[in-house]
């Protein structure tokens, strides 16, 4: 995932839902990087994960309102990886991330697509939704980007969402469908090169408007 959204990262970065920081680790050579969640356990693995890096920081961060100490700043890369289904008033929180990039800063942006999957993996997840490209595009522009790049992403895990998930109503991926989704993530790569393009995420780069 990281190598397909490398080119779009910049230098003073704010990643929104870090998590443990599987993705924040490739994040620590950057000029600032401040790493943000809203579960206290995770805020203190990650202080605790990253400690020593004066260039990093951990600080609490709800969508759309909550933006606390991070009030007034402005970074030129706000990176969003599935998140935004999770938030009630996604509308409102693109808004809200809009305002927290500097003039021509990027949101590199990654949600569950395909509106079809829905079912019981994505509501046991706290999932509101699954975008259509044509929908997530539409709605970035009306919050203040300009679309500069869409493109899914992960085709080879459509199969067994959609049968865990529509068909058999699993809360949970089963443990071995992970180990075959680990032996297909070389495939990441290869999909590339399809003349025609389908996924389970949408990966959605937007540009603060002027």
């Known amino acids: 995932m990281f190598d397909r959204l490398r080119r779009w990262i910049g230098r003073r970065v704010l990643e929104i839902g870090s998590g443990i920081g599987n993705l924040s680790a490739f994040l620590v050579d950057r000029e600032r990087l401040v790493l943000t969640d809203t579960r206290e356990e995770y805020l203190a693995r990650l202080r605790a994960r990253f400690a020593g890096r004066r260039n990093v920081s951990v ?122 989704y680990d032996v297909l993530v070389p495939l990441f790569r290869l999909e590339r090169l399809l003349p025609w393009r389908v996924g389970q995420s949408l990966i959605a780069i937007g540009e603060a408007a002027a």
């Open 59 to 180: 600080a609490r961060l709800n969508l759309p309102d909550d933006h606390g100490a991070l009030a007034g700043q402005r970074f030129d890369t706000i990176i969003c990886l599935n998140v935004l289904e999770h938030v009630a008033d996604d509308r409102g929180s693109l808004a809200q991330i809009r305002a927290m990039l500097a003039p021509g800063g990027r949101l590199v942006l990654l949600v569950p697509a395909l509106p079809a999957l829905y079912g019981s993996m994505d509501r046991e997840l706290g999932h509101h939704r699954r975008y259509k490209r044509g929908v997530l595009a539409d709605l970035l522009r009306a919050t203040g980007f300009n679309v500069a790049h869409t493109e899914y992403f992960n085709l080879a895990g459509v199969p067994g969402w959609w049968l865990a998930g529509r068909v058999l109503r699993r809360p949970m991926i089963p443990a071995g469908s992970l180990k075959l």
